[in-house]
Each structure stands twice: as C-alpha cells, then as structure tokens.
C-alpha cells in the first residue's frame, strides 16, 4: 500500500511537472487534468442466450432492452401480474412471446435459460430461489431480498444450482467505479476514514407518486398473487402501483437508494460491510398514507480489517429537497478525496497551499528547513471522465452476467456479495423502526 502511494504521487507529480513546465496558462493546466476512462477488457461470447422477464414494470423493460442490445440474446417469454404490461410487453418485443401472471410457467419453459427478476422487493427471494432450482440463470434487482431473514435462502439455492446468479446494482460494472477502485488501491487519498453518500429530489415521481392505469382494476390486476405472500388485505390500487411507498412490498429510501451507495463502496474499497448501524429520520411532506419516511439519515461504522481501515459511513436521502437532484458518492482519506460516479471520478488532493503560515510554523519547530528554492506542486484536482460512445454501466452489467452465463464463470455481485449489500441497508430501516443501533457481523452475514 505505501509503495503504491508513493508510486502514485510520484506518477500525479510527473503530470503537474508538466503541466507547469510549458507555461501553461489556468485553462490549459485545467485540460491537462482530465483524463479519459475506457472500457477495454470486454470478450463476450455470443451463445443464445433464451431469456425471460418476470415483472416487467419500468425497471424490468430498462433491463431487458439493455439485455438484448448484447449479441445473442432472445426474448421469449413475460411475466407480469397487470394484463396493462403483458398487452404492452407484446407491442414492444413482439406476439410471439409466451405471456402469463404466474411466474412459475415461465420457470416450467424449457425454451428459457435465464431469467431478470424486476417485481417489486417483497417478491425478489422466492423467485429467485424458485427460479434457481429449477436450473435457471437469474438477474435478480436490487435490493436481493425484501428482509434480513431472506439473504441465506437465496444464497443456499444458488450454490446448489451452480447457476449465474446476479445482483442488479449496475453501479459496480461501471468504468467510474472500476477507476476509483484503481485510485483508493494506489493510495490517491491516503488511508480511507470517511465515506458519505447523498440523494436529493423533490418531485412527486421521485418521491414514489407514480400514476395509476385507468383501468386498474381487480379484473387487470392479479391482487391475490401479488400479496399471496404477505398481508392479507382488500385490492388497493395505490399500493400495487406506488409500491414503494408500503413497507409489505417495498424496502423505503435505504433499500431502493442506498442499497446502490453500498454496493459501490464495498466494490471500491473491498469492503465485506459495517458492523454498526444507526438510522434516523421521519415523514416531513409526502403524508399520502406512504408508511416509509421520505427523509433517512443513516450511520454506519466500518471495522478495521485487511482489506480497509476503519472508517465511517453516512448516507442521506431527502425527498423534500430544494436543491433536488443531486446524488453522490465521496470517498475521504488522509490525503484526499474522490467523488465517485459511474462516468466519472473527481480525485481531490489535500496539498498543503505555499504559504500556509500554520504548516511553516509546524515546519520550523520540527526543525525542517525550507529550501529558498520553490517546488513544483502537483494538480489539486483531477477529472477522471469516460470517452465518448461508452455504452454504460448497465450494458456493462448484464454484459458481465451474459459472459458468467455463457463460460460458466462468476459474477462481482453473486448473492454473497448482494447479501451484503442489501443487508446494511435493510438493517438502516430496522434500526428507524426499532429506534436502536443495530450490530451485524458482515462477515459471517448475521445479526448480533
Ligand atoms: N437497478 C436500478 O437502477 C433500479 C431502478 C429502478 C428500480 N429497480 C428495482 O427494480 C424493481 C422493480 O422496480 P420498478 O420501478 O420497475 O417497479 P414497477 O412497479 O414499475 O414494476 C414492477 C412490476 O412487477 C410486477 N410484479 C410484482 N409482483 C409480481 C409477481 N409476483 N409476478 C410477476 N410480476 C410481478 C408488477 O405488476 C409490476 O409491473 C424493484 O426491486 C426496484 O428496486 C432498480
């Protein structure tokens, strides 16, 4: 780690040297900051791939046209419990697909050999378990599971299934996520003891308001399936189609938003997760009878252990936020700083400015002697921003599930590593509700 450092300082010297050395003005030394990311090692083969689609909502379409822009790839059947999305699902992908609101006649098919999971939270687990044991290779969404007690089941069936078996927080296939990962590993902020996320909106979709068909209706809506594996209540429209809002079917702000912050940080800094967590928050606006908050602030502390110092973690969500729109992933070490996003990674170093009368004093006590000689200091700040025609995060994700389908080979996010990115975040809504800290072993994946 402190020859990586070292080699990387002098690596980022070289490059301030020589933005320096040809006189350059502001503008030209900013240029020479930016370097481009890029994609390289990608060798996917191009077997068929049988695929279908069980919840085929917003999530579950974006996942699927992603899926079939990779070569070899074939939609032939659907699975959705509102007749609305089957009608659709055949306009857009075509008639010839099988359509049903029973998931588990896609799972007899012997025509399908992978499936993506896009239902909302509370129904990830059993198809997924279901699906794997009946020799399927399974996309699962985030969060993997809807509660704690369901991470082992998963994890157990896709084991015995020697399927491939992903989570889908696309987030930790991006070429962003891959620099800073590169960057933490070669010691660019020193050692890691901070880490913050941030998710502001401010509109009614971003807060879960989404409308509701016309024609949403018993007849349209398969309601028994849909809560035949949890409550019991009558047919409401409202939580069907604004699910996210009721905690039966959803995972509130920490399972939908957060859960994509912690499958990038354990990525980047090979982190196994936190040992503590702590939440607050409440219900400041959106008082539609949504049973989740709609602002979350959540604690998180992370133990020293090989792969990482110890650090802290805090993570915000603000549905109510005047300044809307901004969501972002920073990391912070002793020497600097990276705010991480999937096209880009903006690497900030702690160079102690010339002049700084603080640092002189200290200097002198210590009794370092300042050469009359003035050095070349190295850039601040650098941009790391991906080349154009890049093709995504996403693409790259099911990219990477595809090639783990077609040469029998693994995935970053397998249920193990979902698991534990889930886990804290499920963990971060018990602790709201229970109001108490809450002790989980990341390792052994258990709650103490
Ligand atoms: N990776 C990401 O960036 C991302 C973004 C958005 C949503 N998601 C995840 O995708 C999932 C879906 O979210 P969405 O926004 O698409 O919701 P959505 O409401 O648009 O779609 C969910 C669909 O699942 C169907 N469904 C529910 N239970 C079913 C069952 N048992 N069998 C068959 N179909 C069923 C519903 O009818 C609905 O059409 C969620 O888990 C969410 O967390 C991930």
């Known amino acids: 780690m402190k020859n990586n450092r070292r080699k990387f300082i002098k690596n980022v010297s070289l490059v301030g040297a020589s933005v320096v050395t040809g006189a350059a003005t502001a503008l030209e030394s900013k240029i020479q900051t930016i370097t481009y990311l890029k994609r390289t090692h990608f060798t996917f083969g191009t077997n068929n791939v049988n695929l279908a689609l069980i919840g085929a909502g917003g999530m579950g379409t974006e996942d699927t046209n992603t899926c079939l822009k990779h070569k070899g790839v074939k939609l032939v059947a659907v699975c959705d419990l509102y007749q609305g999305r089957l009608k659709e699902a055949k306009e857009k992908w075509g008639g010839h697909l099988f359509t049903t609101t029973d ?44 509660s704690i007690d369901e991470g082992w ?58 409308a509701i068909p016309k024609d949403a209706s018993e007849k349209t809506v ?29 995972t509130g702000m920490s399972g939908d938003l957060f859960v994509h912050l912690f499958s990038s940080l354990h990525f980047i800094t090979n982190s196994k997760g936190p040992n503590q967590v702590a939440a607050q928050g409440g219900l400041r606006y959106w008082k539609d009878g949504r049973e ?17 110092p110890g650090f802290n973690l805090s993570l915000r969500c603000n549905f109510v936020d005047g300044t809307s729109g901004t969501t972002y992933l920073r990391l912070v070490g002793s020497e600097g700083s990276m705010d991480v996003k999937w096209q880009e990674v903006v690497l900030k170093r702690n ?34 921003r991906v ?20 040469t029998g080979g693994s995935v ?37």
Not at 228 to 236: E, L, Q, S
Not at 371 to 378: D, G, H, W
Not at 413 to 442: E, H, T, V
Request: overall charge positive; proline content about 5%; hydrophobic content about 35%.
């Open 351 to 384: 160079n102690v400015p010339p002049g700084d009368a603080f640092a002189q004093a200290k200097a002198k006590e210590a009794g370092v002697v300042e050469s009359e000689r003035k050095k070349m200091l190295p850039p601040l700040e650098t941009t790391y």
């Open 412 to 448: 970053l996010q397998d249920p193990i590593f979902g698991f534990r990115a889930a886990a804290p975040a499920l963990l971060c809504n018990d602790s709201y509700y229970q109001n108490k800290f809450i002790n989980w072993d990341p390792v052994k994946m258990k709650v103490i």
């Open 222 to 250: 398969d309601w028994k399936r849909y809560i035949a594996n949890t409550n019991k209540i009558p047919f409401d429209k409202t939580r069907f189609f604004r699910w996210r809002n009721y905690r039966d079917y959803g």
């Open 387 to 406: 080349e154009d025609g890049y093709k995504g995060a996403h693409y790259d994700h099911h990219g990477y599930w595809l090639e783990a389908i077609r």
């Open 153 to 210: 089941e998963v994890i157990n069936a896709w084991k015995k299934s020697g399927k491939a078996m992903t989570v889908g927080a696309q987030g930790t296939s991006s070429v962003g996520n891959e620099k800073a990962k590169e960057l933490l590993a070669a010691g660019a902020i020193g050692d890691l003891n901070y880490a913050e996320g941030f998710w502001a909106r401010h509109s009614s979709t971003g807060a879960w308001q989404y």
């Open 103 to 146: 998931y588990k006649e896609i799972l007899k098919r012997k025509d399908v050999d992978a499936v993506i999971i896009g239902t909302s939270d509370h129904w990830h687990k059993q198809i997924a378990v279901d699906a794997l044991n009946a020799g399927k290779h399974v996309y699962c969404e985030k969060p993997m599971v809807h």
């Open 292 to 308: 989740v908050p709609d602002v979350m602030l959540g604690m998180f502390q992370y133990p020293e252990v090989q792969e990482h």
